[in-house]
């Protein structure tokens, strides 16, 4: 009787001491991504390429290359459209700023009201998931060492 009970516990101590183990396992292996892009996912980051190549590529370039002299304003004063690769500044930004300034708009988000800009507000025109989509193509593209920085200054935000 005794023996029996001291083997259900040794079976249970068992049990817990494998799934502590499991439990670490998935916590090392698992996605090292947890914020709001899924640059990892390749099912997003299809998803998001083709955003991009529809509604963004225009002015970012096919290959988020942004436009030439995007640093100085053109003729109207108004800034050329930048990269999106990381000669830019796209990922100086979190990954929820860039998601505001993409959904909301230059102005609303950084607080310019008057700023005067090219970039569209895609509230009402794109989906959040689709905004996700594109944002998560965009830093897939980034080497592997930025996209863990982005993503740890990301964290702080979020
Ligand atoms: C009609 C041209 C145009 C299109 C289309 C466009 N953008 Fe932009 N975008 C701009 C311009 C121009 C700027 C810089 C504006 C400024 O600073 O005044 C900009 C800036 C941005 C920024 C801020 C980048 C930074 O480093 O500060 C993000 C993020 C951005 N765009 C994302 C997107 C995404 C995502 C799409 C597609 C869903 C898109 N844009 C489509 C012209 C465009």
């Not at 390429?49 to 100085?72: F, T």
């Not at 998601?99 to 909301?104: A, E, G, I, M, S």
């Not at 996209?147 to 740890?152: A, Y």
Request: aromatic content about 6%; glycine content about 8%; some cysteine.
């Amino acid at each position: 009787m005794q023996n029996s009970a001291v083997r259900v516990g040794l079976i249970i101590l068992a049990a817990v001491a494998v799934s502590a183990a499991a439990a670490l396992l998935i916590l090392r292996t698992g996605p090292t991504h947890a914020g709001l892009l899924r640059p990892d996912d390749a099912e997003t980051v299809a998803r998001g390429k083709a955003v991009y190549a529809e509604n963004c590529a225009s002015c970012h370039g096919a290959d988020l290359e942004g436009e030439p002299n995007w640093r100085r304003p053109d003729g109207d004063g108004l800034l050329p459209a930048p990269p999106h690769d990381e000669s830019g500044h796209t990922w100086h930004h979190s990954e929820k700023l860039l998601f505001d300034l993409t959904k909301y708009g230059l102005a609303a988000t950084a607080g310019l009201k008057d700023h005067k800009t090219r970039m569209p507000v895609y509230d009402g025109v794109l989906s959040d998931e689709d905004i996700v989509a594109a944002l998560s193509y965009i830093k897939s593209r980034w080497p592997a060492e930025l996209q863990l920085r982005h993503t740890e200054m990301s964290a702080q935000d979020q």
